[in-house]
């Protein structure tokens, strides 16, 4: 049987000098980026790393290409998996025969213990929070790897996707490399990093040996271009098969216009709220958060932003997570906001301090809001910071009303954890991104997140956005998608219709016809 | 000669210590923390902890300076905050593309501005000359962000002469040339719009002159007078807007590279800011540095060699 083994290896091993990267086609990709960051996948928070990590990564599981809904999530470097009875324990057995890039041999359970204490250790990832319930991690044999947990979780397989922390790492590579291996990281995904060339491009190469089969594309080439009229003008000069696009109405008209272009617009949806700090005046009165609810007009922020890219957000958490209900968020209705405020003791209308990002997305969203509040007497007096200042002073708790817009793993739960419970109230020693100081929901959440009755988990997240959505914590605004533009020449593999790396993912499938 | 070069060299010795400090200073004044923009918005108070104590952005910040200084002083400038790639390395990359566009675009505004000043002081007032003064006025003028983006439109786009993606394989003279052509003409233009109005004024005031009127008595041709005595004696002025705008043209191709898309120093020091990349903001401020006062010493001794009486002060 080991010499049959040690055959097909070396087999595989010719298969993979004969084929050559270099006569296969080099999809060239336009990104929004100065340059990539942290390629290490459990340091790629940004999107312009998120979405190169995709290309060269597996999770244990996966979402299915072109999917960012949990009910797709299927077999990646597992092939199976069991559980105990109470759900704490978790064995999940290994493909054979899967390869990490260059000559750093065969991915074994080893590799997978060592990537995911990695990936819950904080000083290792910035994902070490989503692993917290997990309390070990062992390699019970070379293809079997034992998660035991300390509670349970709404969803562990979601927690070992292919997705931030989930990725899987060369255990060798890892060590070997150090702080190096940010810049130089080895998995086994279907394209390995070539070079970096500091603001100009990552050159990814294929990896022959992906265990599901070669890539039909040889090379990507991921280019920096910041400037969206440059990156726009070299997608129409044909210098660029794959377009980062931008989530407006007007951007997709035009490149839908272009022909030969397909313009892809996909889930996950980025909600945006304005979250209310309740324990500081103005807004520690409901009756002001109220009316500040029924100043925002939802339909008129979707038709500005384009009804194809964007829609409206009906609860505190996005649409489509697996938990979310529709939590009856107020109506617009100007003149009740302005005769909660005359009862609130501001008639004469309220002005109020709000730190923003000068990020022009955010910004000008925030000042189709501004006008909106106007109308009903709110005055929002903008503080218009750089980005990074922005981050740094919502965090210090500057600024009553904070813009936010994000995506997160699709369960309630995580949208409902960092941002509405108690715990993760900024200035606190385990703050995440509660701006709102909200805790009411916090029996809820918790009990949620160790139930292990889906439907009482269900009804538990919908009890838990209603009382959310009630005491006005945060006002949702609108949700707005992802955008590509590609060459009809480009060919997924797949029907793109989400992707939890923000950008398409390129599969041994892909091909550029 | 001697005397006066090591006499400039150390002047710019405390120049560079200052501009060190100030940089320093500058990158810690800005608010924004580096740990939050690597870890992103859903890192942990206690991974930000973790990661601010291995950049060392914890420590005093005269334990940081110290370690800095002692690093810039033996040439080490670190690596960086957010890629953990070599700094050096990372300019090293990027500086031969960053120096190709800005000695282009200056040959190509000498070239342009030159002529086009000396030709509108030798018509003043008349139509060459308003057409010289306007044109240099529209130059001046356009943002490079809209010129740029006007020659793309017409050279890459309609045209198809040059690519819109001007990064270069620096290996193939060819290939280099081809993608910087256009570039250094965007980022040219402005600093001939510059060297033509600054040529045009010295020039007049040059050839108003009385050794010129006593040149032109004493029979020496119109050749001779314009392009020696004419010429010579307005090159101190052209020679120090042409050393200043050098310092201007590093600072405009940070533009002129996000138009074009070419890696350069603009473009690593914009990343850099925006990710709150200290050390790589402090290493790419030093080669700023270096370069403004190399260019500003070369200015001097150019002085000295055009005109001996600087020498001699």
């Known amino acids: ?321 697996l938990g979310f209900i529709e939590a009856g968020v107020l109506p617009h209705d100007p003149v009740r906001a302005r005769a909660l405020l005359a009862e609130a003791g501001h008639g004469s209308g309220l002005t109020v301090k709000v730190i923003h990002t000068q990020l022009p997305e955010m910004l000008n969203m925030m000042q189709v809001v501004q006008q909106q509040l106007r109308r009903a007497g709110i005055t929002l007096d903008l503080q218009v910071v750089e980005h990074a200042t922005f981050h740094q002073q919502i965090r210090q708790d500057l600024s009553p009303l904070v813009y936010y817009s994000a995506a997160r793993f699709p369960v309630a ?12 109230i900024v200035k606190t020693p385990t703050a995440v991104t509660n701006f709102s100081h909200c805790s009411q929901a916090d029996a809820q959440i918790d009990a949620a997140r160790v139930s292990t009755d ?21 006002v949702p605004l609108v949700e707005t998608l992802l955008v590509f533009a590609r060459r009809d020449a480009l060919d997924y593999g797949y029907p793109l219709r989400g992707s939890m790396s923000l950008g398409p993912p390129i599969t041994e499938r892909t091909r550029l016809r | 000669m001697l005397f006066f070069l090591a006499r400039r060299l150390l002047a710019a010795v405390p120049t560079l210590l200052a501009v060190l400090t100030l940089v320093f200073v500058i990158v810690r004044i800005v608010p924004g923390d580096p740990a939050l923009v690597i870890l992103g918005d859903q890192a942990t108070p206690d991974a930000a902890a973790a990661l601010r104590a291995k950049l060392g952005t914890d420590r005093p910040l005269w334990d940081q ?128 719009a510059y060297i033509t109005r600054v040529t045009r004024s010295a020039m007049l005031q040059s050839l108003g002159e009385d050794f010129i009127r006593t040149a032109r008595a004493k029979g020496v041709p119109h050749r001779r007078i314009v392009w020696v005595h004419g010429l010579r004696n307005a090159s101190l002025p052209i020679v120090t807007v042409v050393g200043l705008y050098v310092g201007i043209l590093l600072g405009n191709s940070v533009l002129t590279e996000i138009v074009f898309n070419r890696p350069g120093l603009g473009k690593l020091i914009v990343g850099a800011l925006n990710q709150r990349d200290y050390t790589m903001l402090q290493g790419l401020m030093v080669i700023y540095c270096v370069l403004i006062v190399a260019v500003n010493t070369a200015t001097d001794l150019l002085y000295g060699v055009l005109d001996p009486r600087v020498r001699a002060a």
């Open chain 1, 1 to 321: 049987m080991a010499g049959w083994r040690a055959a097909l290896l070396g087999a595989a091993w010719l298969v993979g000098l004969a084929w050559d990267a270099t006569a296969q086609p080099v999809l060239r990709v336009g990104m929004a980026a100065q340059d990539v960051g942290r390629l290490d996948p459990h340091f790629a928070t940004s999107t312009i790393d998120r979405v190169v990590v995709g290309w060269m990564f597996n999770g244990l599981v996966r979402f299915a290409p072109g999917s960012a809904d949990p009910a797709t999530i299927e077999p990646d470097l597992a092939e199976r998996w069991d559980s105990s009875a109470d759900g704490k324990t978790w064995t999940f057995h290994l493909r054979r025969g899967v390869r990490f890039h260059g000559n750093y041999g065969e991915l074994t359970a080893e590799d997978v213990a060592f990537s995911l204490k990695k990936a819950g250790t904080a000083a290792s990832s910035a994902f070490s929070a989503d692993f917290r319930s997990i309390g070990s991690v062992e390699a019970v044999d070379p293809y079997t790897v034992r998660i035991v947990l300390r509670e349970n979780v709404p969803s562990l397989l979601g927690i070992l996707t292919n997705y931030s922390g989930g990725y899987i790492v060369s255990k060798r590579a890892a060590e070997e490399r150090g702080d190096g291996f940010t810049r130089a990281p080895i998995g086994t995904g279907p394209f390995a990093l070539d070079r970096v060339t500091p603001s100009q491009s990552a050159e990814l190469v294929a990896h022959a040996e992906y265990f599901r089969e070669a890539p039909q594309i040889g090379r990507i080439s991921y280019r920096f271009i910041p400037s969206d009229a440059s990156r726009d003008l070299a997608f129409q000069n044909r210098e660029l098969d794959l377009n980062y696009g931008r989530s407006d109405q007007t951007w997709v008209n035009r490149m839908r216009q272009q022909p030969g272009v397909t313009v892809d617009i996909f889930e996950p949806a980025e909600l945006a709220i304005l979250n209310l700090n309740i324990t500081q005046p103005p807004f520690n009165d409901l009756r002001v958060r109220q009316a500040l609810a029924h100043a925002v007009n939802r339909a008129e922020l979707v038709r500005w932003r384009g009804t194809d890219v964007s829609r409206e957000g009906q609860s505190l958490v996005p649409r489509g997570y």
């Open chain 1, 413 to 424: 739960d995580i949208y409902l954890t960092q941002f509405w419970h108690g715990r993760s």
């Open chain 1, 454 to 474: 889906r439907e009482e988990q269900l009804k538990l997240w919908g009890e838990a956005q209603r009382i959310l959505v009630q005491q006005v914590c945060g």
């Open chain 2, 65 to 192: 300076y110290a370690g800095f200084m002692g690093r810039a002083l033996t040439g080490d400038i670190g690596t960086s905050m957010v890629t953990g790639r070599p700094i050096a390395a990372e300019i090293a990359a990027v500086l031969p593309h960053t120096l190709d566009l800005t000695l282009a675009a200056m040959v190509f505004g000498i070239l342009l501005g030159l002529p086009a000043g000396i030709w509108a002081a030798l018509h003043r007032n008349r139509a060459i000359d308003v057409a010289a003064r306007l044109l240099s006025l529209l130059g001046l003028s356009f943002p490079v962000f809209v010129s740029g983006i006007f020659l793309l439109l017409a050279f890459a786009l309609h045209w198809r002469i040059f690519p819109v993606i001007g990064s270069a394989d620096l290996a193939d003279p060819l290939d280099r040339l081809h993608k910087l052509l256009l570039p250094a003409m965007t980022l040219g233009l402005v600093m001939a």
